[in-house]
């Protein structure tokens, strides 16, 4: 019996029967999850971002500079604020191009993969509330927001400018939806 009502008086604590139990504060703040184009809100500027190439991407006759002014100029039409970068990424918004080619004869075929990526951090929420010198889990990382992918061929005389063109197209769609998004 003396346990039984050792754990009650625990469980109640100091509370009284004519007591109004107090309100328990919010310890998270609400938060709002975007999803689809919700998320391009409020951008207003893009890094442009052409991966390395590679040998065979030479061979074709692709090279940075043209598929930079591509992007750059499909980004123009929108508004957006378009600035050339050589790093992987930025902590803001970067519109990657990954080019993989493979040449056979007098032929190439180009894999164009075009993703606007922004920087994620943050704390799992079973985390957020442990207690003093507990570690929890950090979250950092890159998440794509939208993606465009193609395959294309053609003779190695005309792949440079095809190759170029699908960029374009690639960026431009991407920036397009954040102008809509914005709008």
């Known amino acids: 019996m003396r346990l039984l009502l050792a754990l ?7 509370m009284h029967a004519w007591q109004e139990p107090r309100p ?11 999803r689809g184009d919700a998320r391009l809100r409020g951008i207003t500027a893009v890094d442009v971002y052409v991966a390395d190439l590679g040998g065979v991407s030479a061979k074709c006759g692709l090279s940075k500079a043209p598929l930079h ?34 040449a056979y004869r007098d032929r190439c075929t180009t894999s164009i993969r075009t ?20 570690w929890g889990s950090l979250l950092v ?29 690639h960026v431009a769609t991407i920036a397009g939806r954040i102008r809509a998004a914005n709008q």
């Open 141 to 169: 990382g890159e998440m794509v927001l939208v993606g465009q992918t193609t395959l294309t061929e053609s003779a190695l005389r005309d792949h440079a400018d095809r190759v170029s063109g699908v960029v374009a197209e």
């Open 115 to 134: 993703h606007l990526i922004t920087h994620v951090e943050g704390i799992p929420e079973q985390d957020r509330y442990t207690s003093g010198g507990e």
């Open 24 to 34: 328990v504060p919010l310890t998270s703040p609400i938060r709002v999850v975007k």
């Open 8 to 14: 009650l008086l625990a469980t109640v604590g100091t």
């Open 69 to 102: 002014n591509a992007a750059r100029q499909a980004v123009a039409p929108t508004g957006l604020n378009a600035t050339v970068s050589e790093a992987g990424s930025s902590w803001f918004f970067t519109v990657r191009v990954t080019i993989e080619s493979v």
